[in-house]
């Protein structure tokens, strides 16, 4: 009697399970990615995210189809670069999390309630919103890790270019680039890179007939920047890969420039703007600061508390920076100076610990936060804007080419990424 009644009560309960799963609708999976999968609902959602975007800009967008095959792309790289960053070990923690999230609050002079309600209301789900600004910032630093380690600048490079740019003068046009790329595949054959140039061709018949630059790189590019309509930012013209310095020198705003072929496909460029930047001054920062890293003896929460209690004696007149500094600080560069870090380019730092120190007032300290290097507090000792020295000017070249390289090999190791994994795609995007 007590079998039937066990029987029963599981038959029950898996029929009960199973009407519960026969109402709610499985959500399908859009590609394998290796061992990961894209699913449809992520598809959806980021199309309806541009569409949010391109609706709030007056931007015009291409069908639905084009939409979603560019998502599905994005998607599928952001997965091949998350598991890339399990390999490597890499994760952003939620401590480091929530400090970039109050740094972006901070920049837009919001409170962190304030901008969590704002994204409720244009996201719909901070939840939701805090993951995939996890993953932004994790694929960011797996691209960091990766393609930094390719980059080798010689000094000849350096002499090369400011000479270049001593006879350009001091003051520098900056260029927002739109790109569109028609990708050919590594090994193409002629069949395949003829194919790609003529739709290459009829990309720059559309354009020149007038079309939406932005409306036709969702459409057809291929490049990382296609969902933001090939919008590439503001380079000065020594920072672009030199395929596009070479074409874009002399153009003007809204001319069309291409096909250009390269090893990656057929690329086509616009100017939408050009702004003067000039290069003959440095804005620098006088700073110190206290890094605790955390280890199986020192935990996240320990060393976050431990730095949090400093700034509160320190506030208090109860503790010295450069003596706490001394003792314990982990910054084998600045310990044995009390933390001091001297006068500097905020760019130089890593982006948490720049976004922190340009919110500083003069003599404020940070509360504790949390870079890839560990938990710091630092404190902003003053501002200054300098000339360019020669060591200055060579400094600044050399941060121009490292980005002119890093946009050269950043596509370089995306493709190859891609082209090492297993993508089925398994659903049609419609």
Known sequence: MKLQLLIASS????????????????????????????????VTDMVNKV????????QTLPSDRALRTQALERLISNSLQMQMAKRMGLQITDPQLDQALENVARSENLTMEQFRQRIVQEEGDYQQFRERFREEITTGEVLRANVQRRIY??????????????????????????????????????????????????????LREGSDFKKIAIASSSDTTALDGGDMGWMNINEMPT???????????????GPLRSGAGFHILTIFDIRGANVAELNEVKSRHV???PSIIMS???????????????????????????????DPGSKLKGGDLGWADPAMYVPAFRDTLNNLQIEEISQPF???????????????????????????????LFNRRFNEEQANFLRELRDQAFIEVLTETE
């Open 243 to 257: 395929l596009f310095s070479d074409a874009i020198r002399g153009k003007k705003k809204t001319d069309i420039i």
């Open 370 to 400: 949390r870079t890839e290097h560990g938990w710091h507090v630092v404190q902003l000792l003053d501002k200054r804007v300098v000339d360019m020295t020669a060591e200055k000017k060579q400094d600044q070249v050399y941060r121009m």
């Open 291 to 293: 890094l605790i890293k």
């Open 51 to 58: 569409k949010r975007n391109a609706q709030s800009q007056g």
């Open 153 to 206: 600048i010689s000094p000849q490079e350096i002499d090369t270019l400011m000479k270049v740019m001593e006879e350009q003068g001091s003051s520098n046009e900056q260029y927002n680039i739109g790109h569109i790329l028609i990708s050919i595949p590594n090994q193409a054959s002629t069949e395949e890179i003829t194919e790609a140039k003529d739709r290459a061709d009829k990309v720059m018949k559309l």
């Open 300 to 330: 996240e929460e320990k060393a976050r508390d431990t730095l949090k209690q400093f700034v509160a004696d320190f506030k208090a007149g109860k503790a010295d920076f450069a003596e706490f500094a001394s003792a314990n600080s982990e």
């Open 11 to 42: 038959v029950a309960a898996f029929l009960a399970f199973s009407g519960q799963a026969a109402e709610q609708k499985i959500d399908g999976v859009a590609a394998i990615v290796n061992n990961s999968v894209v699913l449809d609902t992520e």
